[in-house]
């Protein structure tokens, strides 16, 4: 069984090396954001404690900054999946990562690639809960053992409604990551849980 911590060791977490991907974006002040604030060191954190060759997805790339947080493991293999591409050519980003794999689906035709994974980050636009709840009942049906992650959980009423009805082992862990709400679901606690101090 693997037991992942959660606890103040996430306030040390460094992203400045990875800065430079996401320096594009004039959003990029956000990325190596303090914990209460933005998720991505609370991503970075959980990832540093997967195995060498761990699997970790991403749904929703969108600038990527959450897939190079998920990176921050060199030894993990990252996935993210995206509809479509908001990432200009010719700068630096995700995709000068090596661990970093890109994939231009929808992540609902993609179920089977990811099922092996540690962690999979739940971020898809439009947040309306129902496509987070279609996403929940896939993995169910094939029996996935990992840790869903799952962001904006306090930003939307859909999704408030969403995450309030999940009736699986979970935890509200907003206070380590982003000020819109970020939650984990457990689906298999045999397999891997987290330890909250």
């Known amino acids: ?6 606890n ?10 990875l800065t430079r991907y996401v320096n594009w974006h004039h959003l990029n002040a956000w990325f190596p954001g303090e914990v209460g604030e933005n998720h991505h060191k609370l991503l970075a954190y959980l990832s540093s404690q997967l195995p060498k060759g761990s699997k970790v997805t991403d ?26 591409n908001q990432i200009p050519d010719g700068v630096p980003s995700f995709r000068n990562v090596k661990n970093i794999k890109g994939v231009r689906s929808s992540c609902f035709d993609n179920v089977q690639n990811y099922i092996d994974s540690k962690l999979i980050l739940l971020d898809i636009s439009p947040h309306n809960g129902s496509d987070e709840g279609r996403l929940v009942g896939m993995l169910l049906e094939r029996e996935y053992k990992g840790l869903l992650i799952c962001d904006d959980i306090l930003a939307f ?7 309030t009805e999940l009736k699986m082992k979970k935890y509200d862990v907003s ?4 000020w819109s709400g970020t939650g984990i679901v457990v689906f298999e606690p045999k397999e891997i849980d987290v330890r909250i101090a």
């Open 175 to 178: 206070i380590y990551g982003h």
């Open 59 to 84: 749904l929703g790339t969108q600038y990527g900054a959450s897939a190079l947080a998920l990176s921050y493991n060199p030894d993990v293999e990252v996935t993210t999946y995206d509809i479509s």
């Open 8 to 17: 103040q060791n996430v306030h040390n977490v460094d992203l400045s090396h």
């Open 157 to 163: 009423p859909a999704m408030k409604t969403f995450w």
């Open 1 to 6: 069984m693997m037991l992942l911590n959660i």
